[in-house]
């Protein structure tokens, strides 16, 4: 097996696939997989049911996702890790983007009463969340088979709104076919109902019959589309399990009675649940839009660079969990890293693996080794002699504030002093000379200190002849591009 420590010298072929090898084989059990990686938080039904049901047949699983924000967030890639690593090992993954109960509300894992959301607001998230799913899975189906993933065994995938059949639904037909196959009581000891009534601030009746809509999607999409198992987070194993019980009641009210011979001895589920852990904070906060930590998939709201850094960020006591739920590399290969990372734990060698993997699934292997060059760059470790051609720089800041064209006459030959003020990183002429006598103002990738405050810039300091990486200070870094 090839290494996968992230060396200090960052050379392109730094970021290039180096997992040839994983788990895609007919002798591993699925279901034992998502447990191995903590995918399998909670499982419905008898034990090991699930795992014989998956390992028999060809499964179709889907996963719900209401469009409240207009992006998808780092929480959500849990529930569509698991539908991943269904959708390829052959089975049916179905991503269903909740268009109409988006502007009913789920009161799942929440204290307070979601705010309404105006129509064209809806549209416009739905919209983006229908391409970033999408997107979602062309990049995963990519980013397995650059980790050894046999494409032939993957299987097939489908993007639905339950708008397609919640929308024209009558009350008094919802009524007559759901409501009469309902319990109240069993609705009112769902957790998330008891938790708000029993608050302040109570429940909105819209929020209360959620369930009652979920439940609707999943029976819709087993008796069309032979689904038979859901996937969510831990917040959603009630409404999961009241559409479990309304499959259940449906299929019995239309079949004919059996006689006491003819019941089998042991019952085979309809219907399958499976959840996933809550990404939440240190604190236990979930994630999300409403909580105000999300971090997004979006690149507009989250920059591959931003979400590279939150990444890199984690602690090493989540490293381990975070590499085996949000990426493909397997359990025995992430066990193995991060024996090693903590042979040197500073330097973060676990997080830039993981930083580097997650946004090569999200945004491409050309985004994230953009952003490892950011962050080397940017955070350099002690004596880590780094390597990079001025196109990698170039590429990797592109578009960035801290990237400034100026004219090679006023850069070669000109005084640092007034280099730093023409990019913006000294005010005046004084202080430019204050820093500089200080020690404070590097150059190169090298980190060159400069102190003479009548120094001038040397070809030779530019990288390649174009381009001077000017450091000032601990917090300010510019690229300077000549031309």
Not at 25 to 42: D, I, M, N, P, Y
Request: glycine share 10%; hydrophobic share 40%.
């Amino acid at each position: 097996m090839r290494s996968l420590l992230l060396r200090p010298l960052a050379r392109r072929a730094l970021l290039r696939p180096a997992i040839t090898t994983r788990w895609q084989s007919t002798s591993t059990s699925l279901v034992s997989e998502l447990k191995a990686r903590g995918l399998a938080e909670s499982i419905t039904g008898p034990e090991g049911q699930l795992s014989s049901f998956v390992d028999s047949e060809k499964v179709v699983a889907y996963a719900g996702i209401d469009p409240t924000a207009p992006s998808l967030h780092v929480g959500h890639l849990l529930p569509l890790m698991n539908l991943l690593h269904f959708y390829l090992h052959g089975h049916t993954a179905l991503s269903l983007i909740g268009r109409a109960t988006g502007s009913v509300g789920d009161p799942s894992g929440r204290s307070t009463e979601r705010d309404s959301i105006e129509a064209a607001r809806l549209k416009h998230s739905f919209d983006s969340l229908w391409a970033q799913v999408d997107k979602f899975f062309v990049r995963g189906q990519e980013y397995a088979i650059s980790r050894g993933y046999d494409k032939s065994k993957f299987g097939s995938r489908e993007l639905l709104s339950n708008g397609e059949w919640l929308d024209n639904l009558g009350l008094v037909e919802f009524l007559a076919t759901i409501g009469r196959n309902v319990r109240v009581g069993q609705m009112l000891a769902r957790e998330s109902v008891k938790a708000r009534m029993e608050s302040k601030e109570g429940i909105n009746y819209a929020e209360f019959t959620y369930q009652l809509l979920q439940s609707y999607d999943f029976w819709h999409l087993f008796k069309t589309k032979n689904c038979r198992l859901q996937i969510g987070g831990n917040d959603q194993f009630g409404n999961i399990t009241a559409g479990i019980d309304l499959i259940s009641r449906m299929l019995k009210s239309s079949a004919p009675l059996a006689t006491p011979s003819e019941s089998p001895a042991t019952e085979t589920s309809p219907a399958y649940g499976l959840t996933v852990p809550l990404l939440t904070t240190a604190s236990g906060a979930k994630f999300g839009k409403s909580a105000g930590n999300a971090v997004w998939l979006d690149p507009t709201l989250t920059s591959p660079f931003e979400l590279y850094q939150y990444f890199v960020k984690l602690p090493d006591s989540v490293i381990a969990s975070h590499l085996k739920i949000f990426t493909l590399l397997t359990p025995e290969t992430v066990d193995a890293e991060v024996v090693k990372h903590m042979e040197q734990p500073d330097k973060r060698a676990a997080q830039h693996l993981l930083a580097k993997e997650v946004v090569t699934l999200i945004h491409g292997p050309e985004q994230a080794e953009k952003a490892g060059v950011m962050t080397q760059l940017l955070f350099p470790g002690e004596g880590e002699g780094l390597q990079f051609s001025a196109s990698q720089v170039l590429g990797a800041f592109e578009g960035d504030a801290r990237l400034v064209e100026v004219p090679r006459g006023e850069v070669v030959g000109e005084m640092v002093g007034k280099v730093m003020r023409r990019v913006g990183a000294a005010k005046t002429k004084g202080e430019a000379e204050n820093v500089l006598k200080a020690g404070g103002v590097y150059v190169g990738v090298e980190k060159m200190k400069v102190a003479d405050p009548k120094a001038v810039v040397e070809e030779g300091w530019l990288l390649e002849g174009q381009v001077l990486l000017l450091r000032v200070g601990k917090g300010r870094f510019n690229i300077v591009k000549a031309v």
